[in-house]
Nanobody, 121 residues
Framework: QVQLVESGGGLVQAGGSLRLSCAASGRTFSSYALAWFRQGPGKEREFVATISWSDGRTYAAYVKGRFTISRDNAKNTVYLQMNSLKPEDTAVYYC???????????????WGQGTQVTVSS
């Protein structure tokens, strides 16, 4: 079992930055693929970024070059650095853990409760 707790969300102006953190419990954290997804108002949950156990990284096209995913296995934490934020980035951001390195919601077994990110224009 893995429990995930996100933090770091908030209100920021367009062009600003935020850093999300996701702390995980569980001894096998380093073996999991970790990801960030988001769900905007009235929208389905969508992929943002993922990082493999060997530090391979994949980003959605709409965040590539602005967001950076990283992990610290010693701290059982995954991060999402978000720069040059846009109003369309407003969403609840979720971290997820799974055994497969994937951009698909269904591939992830464990989810956090989410943290709200609001970007004002």
């Amino acid at each position: 079992q893995v429990q995930l707790v996100e933090s770091g969300g908030g209100l920021v102006q367009a062009g600003g930055s935020l850093r999300l953190s996701c702390a995980a419990s569980g001894r096998t954290f380093s073996s999991y693929a970790l990801a960030w997804f988001r769900q905007g108002p009235g929208k389905e949950r969508e992929f943002v970024a993922t990082i493999s156990w060997s530090d391979g990284r994949t980003y959605a096209a709409y965040v590539k070059g602005r967001f950076t995913i990283s992990r610290d296995n010693a701290k059982n934490t995954v991060y999402l650095q978000m720069n040059s934020l846009k109003p369309e980035d407003t969403a609840v951001y979720y971290c997820a853990a799974g055994s497969r390195y994937s951009a698909y919601v269904a591939e992830y077994d464990y989810w956090g409760q989410g943290t709200q990110v609001t970007v004002s224009s």
